[in-house]
């Protein structure tokens, strides 16, 4: 295994690992939440309850796409802000770890950083279709 070939097989990982854990971010608002369920809880946080509908369309298609290696540095360059506004909006006031009542800021911020660098890294190997 080449030098270059490790990279874009450990750029795949990365980009099909962070899709997989976005589809199913996606699926549990959907199937465990239910939309009506997080919608309401995302206006108890004073945000716009259409644009809960959204964040659930965004992280199951991007979650596929980047799964799938479609628009990689796209998809994952559109994630950044969407998690910052997690990080910040919803688990800030949680405390560090993630393991608080109510979650705290540490995985979405690893998650946010992940997503920047895979907007750097690129598709990886096995990917759909490149975005150039």
């Known amino acids: 295994l080449t030098q270059a070939d490790a990279a874009a097989y450990g750029t795949m990982i990365l980009r099909v690992t962070m899709g997989g854990m976005m589809l199913t971010h996606g699926l549990i608002k959907v199937f465990l939440f239910t939309p009506a369920g997080f919608i309401r809880y995302f206006g108890s946080m004073g945000l716009p309850e259409p644009f809960a ?8 298609l991007g979650g596929v796409a980047l799964i799938l290696g479609l628009y990689t540095r796209l998809v994952a360059a559109a ?3 969407l998690l910052l506004g ?4 919803v688990h800030a006031s949680k ?12 995985f979405p911020a690893f998650w946010t950083v992940a997503m920047a660098v895979q907007v750097l890294l690129g598709d ?8 150039r």
């Open 124 to 131: 990886g190997a096995l990917a759909l279709r490149r975005w």
């Open 53 to 60: 509908w959204l964040v659930i369309v965004a992280e199951i």
């Open 95 to 106: 405390g560090f770890m993630a393991g608080n009542p109510g979650g705290g800021w540490e």
């Open 79 to 81: 994630f950044v802000p």
């Open 86 to 89: 997690a990080t910040l909006m």
